[in-house]
């Protein structure tokens, strides 16, 4: 008899657990009241297997918004000390909520004495009767408001007459979606007031400009940049431009991509290249990782590339200057990480390889354009940034053409300047 005691009494214990939230649970769920002290009151409670000092997360179709703890129970509220609040302008009453339990996450040692102490005497205005008519009124507009008269009209019914390219296309072509991404639009300028290169050891000036958006579903970015030397007999000019737009998450962690770089450059009265035009109608990027802001990213990115490359030289025999054009794909693989190291320190970088296949002599491993560049940046306030910059690259027709060394190696302090528009 005893034993059948005992184990009744193990059996009622145990049973709380049984029926506490699961680490699995997720309701959808609306805040009735707000006090201070950041204790808010839920439409969910006692009938929905919520006990004081459950452990939840509290989100939004706008992200994550604060962790809480049970601190009452009634049959149809549950009240909550909230923690961790990252957007306090996100908790209102007029949102739906998703309340996800996580009583499997350890609680912060500033709040385990919620568990143990009686807040009761915090709550003796709390007016259940109030904020029970109140959860009464909002079934009443749920049932009369939001619940379809007809199963026709219901979402659910309408999304099941959507064909899979129908859903395809409103993900992907969405016009909403493209001019709220395009809204978001930022400017970045930069000057390099001390710049080496390893070819003929030579230091100049550069500056340019990058206009890009940071939207969810589609990005732009536009940059140009060029630098000048001037020597005593002649002077020298780059000019780089590039454009690339982005559709993101076509299909999974994949992206598309199209993309233009345009480049001219001479040196006294010879051109080199007269102009280079690559041109990318389609390529695929996958995502490892990415954050909104676009500061922390890693991706890879296979894309073919029409090569378009015309410069001058100037004959051996005839001593007069020559155009020459060259023509072929180049199958473009690129690597970029992107990570923010500390609160004002940034590091980017970005390594590829862009083998040739000529359209004359279809040589597809003698010219391989390798390319890397790492950009270390330092926050000192207000948009504005000091960074040092490294790259390296390698073309083989300048050591075919014209004799010089066809790696080179550019060194460069920049300062930035960025902001919103």
């Known amino acids: 008899m005893r034993f059948q005691i005992t184990l009744y009494f193990v059996l009622i214990l145990s049973s709380f657990n049984i029926l506490a939230l699961e680490s699995s649970d997720q309701f959808e769920t609306s ?149 709220k991404d395009f809204s978001k639009n930022n400017l970045e300028v930069y000057a390099d007031p001390l710049m080496w290169q390893s070819r003929e050891n030579r230091s100049q000036t550069s500056f340019g400009a990058s206009l890009y958006n940071t939207g969810v579903k589609y990005s732009y970015r536009f940059n140009m940049s060029e630098y000048q030397v001037k020597y005593p007999q002649l002077s020298e000019r780059t000019t780089h431009y590039d454009i690339q737009l982005i559709s993101k998450s076509f299909i999974g962690n994949f992206s598309l991509l199209t993309q233009f770089e345009y480049d001219r450059a001479y040196s006294g009265d010879r051109y080199f290249p007269i102009r280079r035009q690559q041109y990318t109608p389609m390529g695929v990027r996958y995502t490892f990782f990415e954050d909104k802001e676009n500061v922390h990213f890693a991706d890879i990115t296979y894309a073919p590339v029409y090569d378009f490359f015309e410069y001058q030289y100037i004959s051996d025999q005839s001593n007069k200057k020559i155009n020459e054009i060259r023509e072929g794909i180049r199958h473009q693989f690129k690597l970029r990480i992107s990570n923010q190291i500390s609160e004002y320190f940034y590091i980017r970088s970005e390594f590829s390889i862009k083998p040739l296949s000529n359209f004359k002599s279809n040589s597809r491993s003698s010219d391989m354009n390798p390319y890397a560049n790492i950009n270390f940046a330092r926050s000192i306030g207000n948009g504005f940034f000091i960074a040092y910059d490294f790259k390296y690259e390698k073309d083989n027709l300048l050591k075919e053409v014209y004799g010089i060394n066809s790696e080179n190696f550019t060194n460069a302090l920049q300062l930035r300047y960025g902001f919103e528009i």
């Open 31 to 179: 805040i009735l009241k707000i006090y201070n002290s950041n204790i808010i009151v839920l439409n969910r409670g006692l009938e929905d297997a919520i006990y004081r000092n459950d452990h939840i997360k509290l989100t939004s179709d706008s992200g994550f918004i604060a962790r809480g703890i049970c601190v009452k129970a009634t049959t149809q509220t549950s009240h909550w000390k909230i923690y961790r609040v990252v957007h306090p302008e996100l908790v209102s009453k007029d949102t739906l909520y998703t309340l996800k339990s996580i009583n499997q996450s350890e609680i912060p040692d500033d709040f385990k004495k919620l568990t143990t102490i009686n807040l009761e005497k915090y709550f003796k205005n709390t007016e259940e009767n109030k904020i029970n008519q109140s959860l009464v009124m909002q079934q009443k507009r749920i049932a009369k408001y939001d619940l379809p008269q007809k199963i026709v009209e219901s979402k659910i019914h309408r999304d099941s007459l959507v064909s899979p390219y129908e859903k395809f296309m409103a993900k992907n072509f969405n016009p909403v979606e493209m001019k």
